[in-house]
């Protein structure tokens, strides 16, 4: 049926940019496509546009999207909640996208040079995809590490090989961490030119700052820091400085109304306030989001500690090692950093009951 598909499908004009085949059954099926220059994509968060979207219908199992012409672009086309058809291209290209199945999806690109090389390493990424799934399903810890593993040594070992594929940056940007930055020095010089390029460099100063932040973690994490001292705006304007509190046990909540895993976390995080008001404070950090988003934030979650707005000139969030969000500090009275948790731990209220009952 795919291929009945495509012999539609050339028939529907030269024009057509990357023309999507699907199977048998889906005539009339509505999908948005979205799409984002490369070159918005590396903006910093405030100066990003939003994506573009196209609704387009499908007619004898195939749809015709025109590719973006303002420069190379990132696709996506969403078949459910979680999954969807992903490319690049560039102006100029035309692609030939061939769904197999929708549910689960399985689908190729082709027609350019660098999604044809692409898919030349999809079948081991999609194996290796599947097997780690089977683990985590099984709950089997040292096989999920195995094929995490074995998936970054296949990264790492195609962009040695091949510093001058067009799929080489693609292979890249699977790897995080050391793996990244070791692999990004094997490139090869024309890769520049690479579309996907600039997207590897912003994310090499990513991986960069992830990695200065994890090593001044570790060393505030070693229990004998002092916690650095910072002055912020509380909602009615009063400066409020972590000094304020020694004597106290404090937890540093720094969070933003953004962050769905911080909002999931609040309840428990009330409940601990309400258990050791007596010898605890707690002080909300925002942080990455407006002061009026953060107003908003803090009364509709009904928040009752102390709240304070980081502006985007602090250098808190470094001095701190904060990367990721929520991310949650414990400061002794004697104002050491006693611990640090990063995302949403239940362990973490365990480890707080340990050090306040010391």
Known sequence: MVAMS??????????A?????????????????HHILISDMVKPRKERPADKADTVIVKNNVFVLPIEKGGASVYQIPVSDREAISFYTSPGDE????????????????GSPLMDAIY???????KFMSQYMEFAKADNRAGADSIVNAYNKFFKEFVVANPESPASVYALMNLEGEDFLNAFTSLGSKIENNVLYPLAVNQKSYVEKSLAAEKKREQLNS???????????????????????RGKWVI?????????????GLPALKEAYEHYKHDLEIIGIDCNETEAAWRKGVEKYKIPWINVYNPENSTLLSEYGVQGFPTKIII??????ANITVGEDPNFFNTLGILINE
Not at 95 to 110: A, D, F, H, M, Q
Not at 224 to 243: N, W, Y
Not at 252 to 264: A, E, N, P, Q
Not at 332 to 337: A, E
């Open 223 to 245: 229990g004998h820091m002092d916690a650095p001292a910072f002055t912020l705006k509380d909602l009615e304007g009063k400066d409020v400085s972590l000094s304020d509190f």
């Open 252 to 264: 540093l909540d720094f969070w933003g109304s953004w962050c769905g895993w911080c909002i999931k």
């Open 95 to 110: 692609l030939i996208v061939k769904v197999n199945k929708l549910s689960p999806l399985s689908y190729t690109v082709e």
């Open 17 to 33: 940019d990357v023309m999507v085949a699907l199977p048998a059954g889906s005539e009339g099926k509505k999908f948005m496509a």
């Open 332 to 337: 002794s009275p004697q104002g050491k950093i």
């Open 120 to 126: 030349t390493l999809k079948p081991t990424e999609d």
């Open 6 to 15: 495509l012999a539609l499908l050339s028939c529907a004009g030269a024009s």
